[in-house]
């Protein structure tokens, strides 16, 4: 199989995981991912070469290298899908300039529109017809890095960090 990977701020904060606790999102989805698996992504590159991998490994440390520290504020629901059976449930920071700044330093021509979220649950159980209620998350995130992901479908977790790129370090 080959390895697939992407570029995400990761999320480390007990305040999301006990709210995506509370919520029971295992009665309305089929995949619900634990703590240690949220991010936010920022661009998904799929398989590499390793002459790709070493070229976006040098392009994040220089990207990094530029930016600052900032915060996000959890501030709302986003889901993804029809309205009667959403297929991804996440939740979603408030507008926050320096976030959109970093996404167009690594993507700067995007296929598509760049809506920030962290997935908390995806695959809409077919048996349910009702949703998960309506609250409004908390917290924020201190955003100090990003990450190079690899993706390992098999394992736990599904997310396994190759590089870390703190920010504002040469």
């Not at 089929?30 to 070469?49: A, I, M």
């Not at 290298?65 to 297929?87: C, I, M, N, V, Y």
């Not at 993706?151 to 960090?161: E, M």
Request: include cysteine.
């Amino acid at each position: 199989m080959q390895k697939h990977y992407f570029i995400a701020i990761p999320v480390a904060d007990e305040t999301l995981a006990r709210f995506a606790s509370s919520l029971k999102l295992g009665r309305y989805y089929k995949t619900v991912y634990e703590p240690d698996e949220y991010h936010l992504t920022l661009r998904f590159l799929g398989t590499l070469t390793e002459d790709e991998l070493r070229n976006w490994r040098r392009q994040l440390t220089e990207i990094a290298q530029l930016t600052s520290a900032f915060t996000l504020k959890l501030d709302h629901l986003e889901r993804f899908g029809l309205a009667e059976r959403p297929r991804v449930f996440a939740v979603g920071p408030a507008h926050e300039e320096k976030l959109f700044q970093l996404a167009r330093r690594i993507d700067p021509d995007p296929a598509k529109p760049f809506v920030p979220h962290i997935t908390l649950a995806k695959k809409w159980n077919q048996e349910v017809s009702l949703h998960p209620p309506e609250q409004t998350p908390g917290g924020s995130l201190n955003v100090k890095e990003i990450v190079l992901y690899q993706i390992c479908p098999d394992d736990q977790p599904r997310y396994q960090a190759d590089t870390r790129f703190p920010f504002g370090k040469k």
